[in-house]
């Protein structure tokens, strides 16, 4: 898939990923006692859409730039706040030229007692990530294979905290990877709140990649998907997903409300779909069942 992230900054995955982010932090903040974010696959951290490489593709304009064209609605403001208050931030004078990745925009939503640990392989990437944040007491950026972090780096000291794993798709088998790391990183640190992202396209094993998942035991597990078009004609992204573990009692209300309207302001054609489900949990969905937007 080459997800190349620089490339996609913006894009109608990151609109998703990055709103449950901002609400998942500003969870953790509801209590004094200090987090930890730890983000395995981080990129460079802020992103310039007047850049070559995000006018190359332009996808940024279908993806954040959709979402900003028009007022959002007072029953999803509240909802993207966090999220949006802080791109308004990165651009003071107005329009969309600054876009944070996810180590930046949690940053922007700490508070002094809370930190950040922001994994990339990438060397040049890491480069661009580690100058950012060159500096910051609060953020520690390591040069490494984010999925050893889900080892090595669990459970942060603090006792309470979120791991975002975000990985680029390039390899075969990384739905199983996903699945083993959840594993791997959950025995570890099993009061974490974990937050996993996966492509939605055109032969993707998802409902495999859903039931290795259920079959974990893990006791809630909360599941995302907004896909924005058709998949037919096509092998790139058309949709995104993520998996929740331990998420905020709020959330899945927060998701009815918020999906429906993505999927109304980013859909690309006539196909588009949004669900929230429960994949294990108290309120589990059957996957036949499910809801969609």
């Not at 190349?4 to 990055?18: C, E, M, Q, S």
């Not at 500003?26 to 490489?53: C, N, P, W």
């Not at 107005?94 to 508070?111: I, N, V």
Request: net charge negative; aromatic share 8%; glycine share 8%.
């Amino acid at each position: 898939m080459n997800y190349r992230h620089i490339y996609h900054a913006g894009n109608f995955a990151d609109v998703l990923k990055h709103a449950v982010l901002a609400r998942l932090v500003t969870y953790l903040k509801q209590k004094d006692k200090a987090f930890r974010v730890l983000d395995t696959h981080a990129g460079i951290g802020l992103y310039d859409l007047s850049g070559e490489e995000a006018q190359r593709t332009g996808e940024w304009r279908d993806g954040i730039g959709r979402l900003l064209a028009d007022p959002v609605p007072p029953a999803v403001a509240p909802i993207l706040a966090p999220y949006l208050e802080a791109i308004a931030a990165l651009n003071p004078e107005g329009g969309m030229t600054h876009y944070p990745g996810s180590p930046k925009l949690t940053r922007l939503l700490m508070r002094p007692q809370d930190r950040l640990s922001a994994m990339e392989l990438h060397p040049d990437d890491y480069e661009t990530l580690h100058r950012l944040f060159d500096g910051d007491y609060q953020s520690r950026i390591t040069e490494l294979d984010g999925w050893l972090a889900l080892g090595a780096h669990l459970p942060p000291k603090e006792k309470r905290g979120l791991v975002l794993v975000d990985p680029p798709f390039e390899e075969p088998g990384e739905y199983e990877r996903l699945e083993k790391g959840l594993a791997k990183a959950y025995r570890r640190f099993p009061g974490g709140t974990f937050c996993l992202w996966y492509p939605l396209k055109q032969g993707a094993p998802v409902a495999e990649f859903h039931e290795s998942l259920v079959a974990l035991n893990i006791p809630k597990m909360l599941c995302c998907e907004l896909t924005v078009k058709s998949d037919r004609g096509t092998t790139g992204l058309t949709g995104t997903g993520l998996i929740i573990v331990n998420p905020p009692f709020t959330l899945k209300g927060e998701l009815d409300v918020l999906l429906p309207f993505l999927k109304d302001r980013l859909k690309q054609d006539r196909f588009a779909s949004a669900r929230a489900i429960w994949l294990r949990g108290e309120e589990r969905d059957p996957p036949d069942d499910a809801d969609e937007a």
